[in-house]
């Protein structure tokens, strides 16, 4: 078997575009769902609306890149506004109804033929990052050490993509240690409570879906860029539910979780990828067994058992408390 393919691929696995932009979007639902307890199963939308802000604002419509990026914060903070509304006066569940909901209605508008000339229909939107690669100050070659190689194109989205996440990591520390980080966790412990001290719990419960829909939309800008397209049906609920995986990996409620999750998850699943087909084209697993068409369904199956394992004997995830996730769950 080729190990140092393995430990390559693995290791890269760790810090390649997916694990950011998914940590993005895992950082954004710890701020609704962790700290908050807003129970959001759409982060993709919010995604999807600055990726798609970026793309049509450049591609359509003939803007610039960076007004792209403008628009597309701008769309995510409209969504956020749009589902809060009529929702976050309601119980959590209603929350998780309507955003689950728009995930699809979202995907479903931006793939129709009414509007391929906006949206691009099922064939998306290609070649809108031009003007971000331009500005690559990195000559040509490979950069890194040891497994961790990258040519300049793959090296600078990741600068920017880590350094968002980064930034996006200071932003929660502050925040969630701020007078109005207390005021979220309480909302999360006992929204009942903060509203009989006079707090206005359905403002902050907007203010962190709003904040976790700009971090959605930061997502989007990666994913879209890291492929220089995007296509609606990269937009489906598995979007959502792989950063919550990734969040509730890493420990919810707790600063660096969702970016060690987000890192291990996408890590495992380019590990556990390369080392089945090595060992498959081995004979070490017989073909009756498992053969390569079936790798991609068996990796997701392998972290279906250690999620559920993870459930059972550290349910608040690796770096998470277990008596905050016994607060959050009442």
């Known amino acids: 078997m080729n190990w140092d393919l393995i430990l390559r691929t693995g290791g890269q696995g760790l810090i390649r575009s997916e694990a950011c932009y998914f940590a993005l979007a895992a950082i954004g639902l710890n701020i609704q769902f962790g700290y908050t307890g807003l129970l959001n199963f759409g982060q993709v939308v919010f995604a999807a609306a600055g990726a798609y802000g970026l793309a049509v604002s450049v591609t359509t419509y003939g803007l610039s890149f960076w007004a792209g990026i403008s628009i597309g914060l701008f769309a995510a903070i409209i969504v956020a506004l749009v589902l809060g509304f009529p929702t976050l006066r309601l119980r959590a569940d209603y929350l998780a109804i309507v955003t689950i909901a728009a995930g699809e209605i979202v995907r479903l508008v931006v793939r129709s033929v009414r509007y391929t000339p906006i949206f691009g229909g099922t064939d998306g939107l290609n070649n809108f990052a031009n003007s971000f690669y331009d500005s ?181 995830g690796i770096f998470g408390d277990r008596r905050e996730v016994a607060i959050s769950d009442r």
């Not at 966790?185 to 203010?207: F, H």
């Not at 073909?287 to 058992?305: E, H, T």
């Open 136 to 316: 690559n100050p990195l000559s040509s070659g490979t950069y890194g050490f040891w497994i961790f190689e990258f040519n300049e194109r793959d090296t600078w989205l990741l600068l920017c993509g880590w350094s968002l996440v980064a930034i996006c990591t200071i932003i929660t520390f502050l925040l969630v240690r701020s007078p109005w980080g207390r005021v979220i966790k309480a909302i999360r412990e006992d929204e009942d409570a903060v509203r009989s001290l006079g707090k206005n719990t359905y403002w902050y419960k907007m203010q962190s879906l709003i904040l976790g829909a700009i971090f959605g939309a930061l997502s989007g800008f990666v994913f879209a860029c890291g492929q220089q397209s995007i296509n609606p049906d990269n937009y489906s609920t598995l979007f959502t539910f792989t950063a919550l995986t990734a969040l509730v990996l890493g420990g919810r409620a707790r600063v660096l979780g969702p970016i060690v999750g987000a890192m291990l998850f996408n890590g495992f699943l380019a590990f556990a990828d390369v080392f089945l087909r090595q060992a498959i084209g081995e004979g070490y697993i017989p073909d009756w067994l498992i053969d390569s068409n079936k790798v991609g369904a068996v990796r997701f199956m392998l972290v279906g058992i250690a999620l559920m394992a993870l459930m059972i004997f550290r349910p608040q």
